[in-house]
């Protein structure tokens, strides 16, 4: 298996290599990521500059290592058009330092990655977790390689696009693995007004709402300590994703085994 790794938290990322090691047991993998954060960027992509990758020592032994100066959906397109000479059978973006929870798919940059990936025919999964600590990377990192086995046996539909996030637990305290659907009105933008010795400026902050109400939303999910697992699918060019209820058989309980 082939495996393209990418995230928007950067080359340097935790959440990076603790996957790319963890999926380096299951796959050949390949990593192209931005050379500096670039969260909260969606699906930018740079056409109005010249783009420059590096070459970086790979960090992971046998792990081709490259840095863009760049988007993460800039890096997807860079990898499958150019750096990845071989077909992948799947692109993984992530781990995420932060939840990637209903509205914010429209502006991750995790998720935007993804998305490249899947518009280019691929399976993509987006895989984030708690911003708070990163105590439970490796439960992610686990959780993807055993999702990365199961997306690309013959059983299920393909390509797909799949928005996944975990609760901050350790593995013996995760409720269950639902399919979820993004939850609607999930944030509140405010802005606060602020001086400097230049004048006035202004800061957007984003809050998300635990509104538990709706039924079978991601932010439920993740509120009631589930993973949670989102079919995506681009409401403009494509029917609604097939069932894919077979992917979470069973899947805690593999995991709690790992
Ligand atoms: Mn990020």
Redesign the pocket.
């Known amino acids: 298996m082939k495996i393209l790794v990418t995230?928007?938290?950067g080359i340097s990322a935790e959440g990076l290599w603790t996957l790319v090691r963890e999926l380096q047991n299951i796959a050949e993998v390949t990593v192209v990521a931005p050379d500096r954060?670039r969260?909260?960027i969606g699906t930018a992509v740079t056409l109005r500059q010249p783009l420059r990758i590096q070459k970086v020592k790979e960090a992971v032994p046998e792990v081709e290592t490259y840095a863009v100066e760049g988007t993460p959906a800039d890096s997807v397109i860079l990898a499958l058009c150019n750096l990845v000479k071989d077909k992948v059978d799947l692109v993984i973006s992530g781990i995420?330092?932060?939840f990637n929870l209903g509205d914010d798919v429209h502006i991750?940059?995790?998720v935007g990655a993804a998305l490249q990936g899947y518009l280019y025919g691929f399976s993509s999964l987006a895989i984030s977790t708690a911003r708070e600590n990163s105590q439970h990377l490796d439960t992610a990192a686990k959780l993807a390689a055993l999702l990365a086995k199961r997306i690309t046996s013959d059983s299920l539909p393909s390509p797909i696009f799949l928005n996944v996030n975990l609760p901050n637990l350790p593995p013996a305290k995760i409720s269950g693995a639902q399919v979820t659907r993004l939850a609607s009105d999930s944030h509140i933008n405010t802005v606060e007004e602020e001086n400097d010795s230049t004048g006035k400026y202004y800061r957007l902050v984003r809050q998300r709402l635990n509104k538990v109400t709706e039924e079978k939303t991601d932010v439920g999910a993740i509120e009631q300590g589930n993973i949670s697992i989102t079919p995506l699918y681009i409401h403009l060019s494509s029917k609604p994703p097939p069932p894919i209820d077979k992917l979470c058989a069973g899947l805690l309980q593999e995991l709690q085994k790992c």
């Open positions: 995230n928007d938290d954060e969260s909260a995420n330092h932060g991750s940059g995790t």
